[in-house]
């Protein structure tokens, strides 16, 4: 994962509310094997419509997304992560997520940046008049800004989450940084103890 400090970018608007897991990406795409490859079905279903919102042009490059409330709900698919960055966001602004979403999104490096709903509001009006208008979410400082619209708020991010984003820290990387203690134990193990396959040969 890699570390995420200050994400600045044009926001993408999709105005809708209670958008569940299901609708990020559909179960026909959960067949793959690999992590990678999932934008392409972000939102599939609802981009055979040509008029829906990832089909237009201007957000082309768009790294934050801004969605209504209760984003993410449902199932518990990593996937969803998954296609969102595979597609090109690194940050979603909303008011409300849905808790495991959200939690998936924080060890994935996305992230999930919680909004007063009239912010959010004013920021999918404003995205939708102006596609160029900058977003900056500073994971460092716990900031949402929008400067051209007057628009800095903190947003929620515990000690720990915040540590590991900026680090770059997935629950991989925090099990390898106790790599020796890790190793000293398992030298020191009793030789009657089960041991892993490649402890065997």
């Known amino acids: 994962m890699e570390p995420v400090t200050v994400i600045t970018g044009r926001a993408l608007p999709l105005d809708r509310s209670d958008v569940d897991t299901d609708q990020i990406i559909p179960s026909d795409w959960l067949k793959r094997v690999e992590r ?74 996305l992230v999930p940046v919680v909004a007063p709903a009239d912010v959010v509001e004013r920021l999918l009006r ?19 800004a929008v400067p051209s619209l007057g628009i800095d708020v903190e947003f929620p991010l515990d000690d720990f989450t915040q540590y590991r984003l900026l680090h770059g820290l997935d629950d991989i990387g ?15 193990r009793p030789a009657w103890l089960p041991a892993m396959p490649s402890e065997l040969a």
């Open 36 to 109: 990678t490859g999932f934008g392409a079905g972000l939102f599939s279903e609802w981009r055979e419509n040509s008029d829906f919102v990832l089909n237009q042009e201007r957000y082309d490059g768009a790294s934050v997304l801004i969605a209504g409330p209760n984003f993410g709900t449902g199932s518990s698919r990593e996937h969803a992560v998954w296609a969102l960055q595979d597609y090109g966001f690194a940050a979603v602004i909303s008011p409300r997520f849905g808790d495991i979403f959200r939690n998936n999104a924080l060890k994935g490096g």
């Open 174 to 188: 925090l099990t390898l940084q106790h790599v020796n203690d890790i190793t000293n134990y398992e030298s020191s």
């Open 126 to 144: 404003a995205v939708e008049e102006d596609h160029t208008v900058e977003i900056v979410v500073d994971v460092e400082h716990r900031r949402l």
